[in-house]
């Protein structure tokens, strides 16, 4: 059974960056689309960013300026920065794999269970 | 367009049939996946493709799609189901991903 865990600060100062990795076991990450989407609180589900495992990456055009997004084949993690942080950046933050079944078809098959970030001096 | 649109909330009588829908013009090239999120939980997949179903997700649950619309279907809805609901796909691009803004649903 695939297993993600994401670990990292639950506080961040304003202006400061946000760090997180996303541990996964049962699989190695050395395929498939790994993500980090995040979730502010009472709100929707907002896509932050991929990467492939061979190292490419996709970001959020309205985050691409200020996230950076690595992968760790060798530990099988990958982690998220996230710079110049506001309190707007105070969400739930999700790690998740992305399967691609076709060149149509991709979903989240499997999610970490998500841990709070909240960004305050 | 990367947006996906769904309805804010829906409402359903216990037993009965419910649709939740989701357009945008990415859906036209793009298959949509569909998540339930209760409360305090991720988001679990509940559907994806053209009306496919992860193992352990009860088959009350059904997708379709239509040019720009996608849409989940649960037939017999029952207590359990209450949650939010988002739909996702890939935007236009291909290089970009884009979730709905969830659907509330209530069970009666």
């Known amino acids: 059974q695939v297993q993600l865990q994401e670990s990292g600060p639950g506080l961040v100062k304003p202006s400061e960056t946000l760090s997180l990795t996303c541990t996964v076991s049962?699989?190695?990450?050395?395929?498939?689309?790994w993500s980090w989407i995040r979730q502010p609180p009472g709100k929707g589900l907002e896509w932050i960013g991929y990467i492939y495992y061979s190292g490419s990456t996709n970001y959020s055009p309205s985050l691409k300026s200020r996230v950076t997004i690595s992968i760790n084949t060798s530990k099988n993690q990958f982690s998220l920065k996230l710079r110049s942080v506001t309190a707007a950046d105070t969400a739930l933050y999700y790690c998740?794999?992305?399967?691609?079944?076709?060149?149509?078809?991709?979903?989240?098959?499997?999610w970490g269970q998500g841990t709070l970030v909240t960004v305050s001096s | 367009s990367s947006e996906l649109t769904q309805d804010s909330a829906v409402s359903v009588a216990l037993g009965q049939t419910v649709r939740i829908t989701c357009q945008g013009d990415s859906l036209r090239y793009y298959y949509a996946s569909w998540y339930q999120q209760k409360p305090g939980q991720a988001p679990v997949l509940v559907i994806y493709g053209k009306n496919n179903r992860p193992s352990g997700i009860p088959d009350r649950f059904s997708g379709s799609s239509s040019g720009n619309t996608a849409s989940l279907t649960i037939t017999g809805a029952q207590a359990e189901d209450e949650a939010d609901y988002y739909c996702n796909s890939r935007d236009s691009s291909g290089n970009h991903l884009v979730f709905g803004g969830g659907t509330k649903l209530t069970v009666l």
């Open positions: 998740a794999r992305e399967y691609s079944e076709s060149s149509s078809l991709y979903y989240f098959d499997y």
């Open positions: 049962g699989d190695s990450i050395s395929s498939y689309y």
